[in-house]
RNA sequence: CCGCCCGUAGCUCAAUCGGAUAGAGCAACGGCCUUCUAAGCCGUAGGUUACAGGUUCGAUUCCUGUCGGGCGGGCCA
């Protein structure tokens, strides 16, 4: 791999550093690779690092230690550039190794030891069963798959999470809506809440109940008593809804449960079918009622207590985050006696952290930030290291279509949905453009060119470049296995050493991206890699007559197919065998 | 008013955790299919990295301030 690479020039260049500079042979060596080809293959900047502490002229310094580096091995030449860089050329025959070891390896390549690796969990998407995801959601869905995978393939022992909120507020909102739509049915028709949910796919599930069960669930409800004595006013909106629910409770009895539970059953089952087949997948849905119902958010306050991090106010418990640099105190549990969502959060945090994973990352909402104090204070005031928890941040997606920005109004039921989004530009498109930006960028989402079938593409560009490979070798018609011992050294051109080199960036590429939680990253090597694979394509012919530099070619093409592959795994992208 | 994120080519975005002459794609212009897939390639053009200071060999990157945009600041989730 580059990494051999990598440590062997390392090693070169700290032999050449005890001996010119012993007093700096501790210092760090970074080698990187330089963006313009003039600067060799790595360039180290180790004369910069040391010339103050020796107070001597850098490039002098450069000078003594490329005298003191091996030639004729891995390195080609090593030259003194610039302020004091040193770089450095490798030999073409040390460069085009990596497409054998690219071979052997297979769909394994560019994965990290599982040495170092670490317990690490991911929640992401968690959205309220409320109703359908929307394209928000599948950022939050794209991104959260890719970096698991990411994390995954660097090493990391990973596990998914999904968090259902089952017992808040919204699923009473939902059960109420329901219930409303079903009565409707039967002719108890009520002016809809405008605060309740909207969509049709409520009606449906009123439909349902009703195909089902008939009018078992109206006992004997009527507009009239419905309507009777409801708080007034505008600013009495979520009071009225809450009135509402308190008599949907009273009428239905024990069969309020069933309107409930049929509602969340529904919507989590289409929720998780959408995110399956998006490629998303989970090991572990949380509920949030099993919180309360095994006394685990009761247990989470009383400890805050026992620890003396709560006081009352007003009628409520508060939990004094500013001392753990929130900007206000937050409630816990409200003048009504209900726990707030916060407290929940608690408990559910801290048992993430009794689960005994190294490392929990949570994917939020961008406009969830405002919560990460007050969960990192609650976790720091529990006794836990907070240090453990990492918030990534996704910002919101922008639909465009034919250059204008598609609106979207969650309040009035006009959103687009995930479904919508993957049935209109496709699986693979959606989830490359997804993570085709910094999570913490506004993405602007493009359909038209999502869809469009063309090198505008970016999508297609790298699966094109898969598919050609794919092309190439049944073209050629032999057995890909014997591939991987061919002779590599007829591969001397330009392009062919760039290719190779750029073959060596994956293992790098996947660590960064990794460290970062940045499955952009990939996105973009994948990107460059389609681009040099497209000009050698084009430059140069593959099945040539000469047979040694025919079998190296399909060796490079194979190797440059594989590590698509690889990558376009990671996104959940397919890779086509032909387009 | 306070907090977080952001400001890079006409547009959408990168930039190897401080490196060399800031890079791609789209849009514009000019070329390349009798040959392994033209969903491709080659070339031209495009910049005071919002602005002003500071830190040092060196700043798009780090610090301060100003301007501009997004999101937050509920006993909502």
Redesign the pocket.
């Known amino acids: 791999m580059a990494e051999d690479l990598k440590s062997a020039l390392t090693a070169a260049l700290r032999q050449a550093l005890a001996s010119v500079a012993p007093d700096c042979a501790s210092v760090p060596i ?1 080698l ?5 080809a ?3 293959d790595f ?3 180790i004369a ?2 040391i ?2 502490s020796l107070k001597q002229n ?1 490039r002098d310094i450069a000078q003594r230690l490329v005298r003191e580096l091996p030639h004729g091995g891995v390195i080609e030449r090593a ?1 003194v ?7 450095l050329f490798v030999a073409a025959s040390a460069k085009v190794r990596i497409v054998s070891r690219i071979l052997a390896a297979g769909a394994n390549f560019g994965r990290g030891s599982a040495a170092d690796g670490r317990r690490v969990q991911v929640e992401f998407v968690s959205a ?1 069963p409320t109703g359908p995801l929307h394209v928000g959601h599948g950022r939050g869905a794209a991104y959260g798959a890719s970096l698991a995978d990411l994390l995954e393939f660097a090493g990391q022992t990973v596990s998914r999470e999904y968090y259902v ?1 089952d ?4 699923m009473d909102i939902l059960a109420l809506s329901t219930w409303l739509r079903y009565l409707a049915l039967f002719g108890v028709d009520i002016p809809f809440p405008p605060n309740a949910y909207q969509g049709d796919y409520v009606t449906d599930m009123a439909r349902t109940i009703r195909d089902r069960h008939g009018d078992h669930y109206v006992k004997g409800a009527t507009a009239a008593a419905l309507l009777a004595d409801l708080p007034a006013g505008e600013e009495a909106a ?1 009071a009225r809804l809450d009135a509402l629910i308190a008599r949907a409770k009273h009428l239905l009895g024990a069969d309020y449960a069933y309107i409930h539970q049929h509602a969340l059953a529904e919507q989590l089952g289409d929720c998780r079918d959408d995110l399956a087949q998006f490629g998303v997948h989970f090991e572990n849905w949380f509920s ?1 009622r099993s919180l309360y119902d095994t006394g685990m958010v009761e247990k989470a306050v009383a400890q805050l207590e026992r620890r003396g991090h709560l006081y009352q ?4 418990t ?1 939990f004094r985050s500013t001392a753990f640099g929130d ?2 105190d ?2 816990v549990r ?3 006696g ?1 726990y ?3 407290a929940s959060d608690i408990a559910y945090h801290a048992n993430k952290f009794e689960r005994g994973y190294d490392r929990v990352i949570d994917i939020w ?9 007050r969960v990192k204070g609650a976790l720091t005031a529990l006794g836990l290291d907070a240090g453990k928890l990492e918030i990534a ?1 996704v ?2 997606a922008v639909l465009y279509r034919g250059g204008q920005k598609v609106s979207m109004s969650t309040r009035a039921g006009q959103f687009v949905t995930l479904r919508e989004l993957r049935g209109e530009v496709g699986n693979d498109a959606a989830r490359f453009f997804y993570v ?3 999570s ?5 989402f ?1 359909l038209d ?1 999502a869809k469009s ?6 999508v ?2 790298i ?3 898969h ?2 490979v ?7 018609a032999g057995e890909t296995a014997e591939l991987a011992q061919a002779d590599l050294s007829p591969l001397v051109g330009d392009r062919e050493l760039t290719l190779a080199a750029r073959l060596a960036d994956f293992p ?1 590429a996947v660590r ?1 991206a990794a ?2 939680y ?1 499955p ?2 990939i996105a ?1 090597y994948l ?2 890699l ?3 694979f ?11 007559a000469a047979e040694s530099l025919r079998l190296a ?1 399909l060796a490079l093409c194979l190797a440059v197919g594989q590590v698509i592959a690889n990558g376009l795994r990671l996104l959940g992208v397919s890779a ?4």
């Not at 913490?440 to 602007?444: E, S, T, V």
């Not at 086509?576 to 387009?579: A, E, L």
Request: aromatic share 10%.
């Open positions: 970074v990187e690779r330089p963006k313009q003039a600067h060799g360039a180290s900047n910069l690092q010339a103050r850098p030259e550039a610039g302020a004091g860089f040193i770089n309220n909120n017992a808040g507020r919204q979520e949030e106010q007003d009628g409520a508060w900007e206000k937050r409630v409200r003048e009504n209900q707030t969502y916060f909402g961008a406009d969830h930030h405002g919560y990460i104090a941040l910002q919101f085709l930006r910094k913490d960028q506004h993405l602007d493009d060119l079938e063309s090198s505008d593409n970016p297609y560009y699966q094109y470049a598919a050609r794919c092309s190439v070798l049944r073209e050629w790098a960064d460290g970062d940045a952009h990253v973009f990107k460059d389609a681009a040099e497209h000009s050698f394509y084009n430059a140069e012919r593959i099945l040539v070619r086509p065998q032909s387009m």
